[in-house]
């Protein structure tokens, strides 16, 4: 199992940036895909989530109206479209996959990429 994001780095304020999500190893499809950061010094909290098939999506209210998450179940690739950043949007993104199987909660995590928001 393997959730591989890209697409981080260093832009300005006002910027944007597309983070990827790429799965492998599991059903992707079957699986709701969340993106979560963590800014230094800070706990791990959830940013962007979409069901299995991307019929529902939910935002955290900081984040509402400026970054859009989608899914592309045929490439097993999640995205976060990123526009208007601020700098305290600066935090490392892991991409979240979750499902219940047989009654228990299945979670794979990706290993983060980097956003810095800077002038």
């Known amino acids: 199992v393997q959730l591989v994001e890209s697409g981080g780095g260093l832009v300005q304020p006002g910027g944007s940036l597309r983070l990827s999500c790429a799965a492998s190893?599991?059903?992707?499809?079957?699986?709701?895909m969340s993106w979560y950061r963590q800014a230094p010094g800070k706990e791990r909290e959830l940013t962007a989530a979409i069901t299995s098939i991307g019929g529902s999506t939910d935002y955290a209210s900081s984040v509402k109206g400026r970054f859009t998450v989608s899914r592309d179940n045929a490439k097993n690739t999640v995205y976060l479209q990123m526009n208007s950043l601020k700098p305290e949007d600066t935090a490392v993104y892991y991409c979240r996959a979750a499902t219940v199987v047989g009654g228990s909660l299945n979670v794979y995590w990706g290993q983060g990429t980097q956003v810095t928001v800077s002038s």
């Open positions: 190893g599991f059903m992707f499809s079957s699986y709701a």
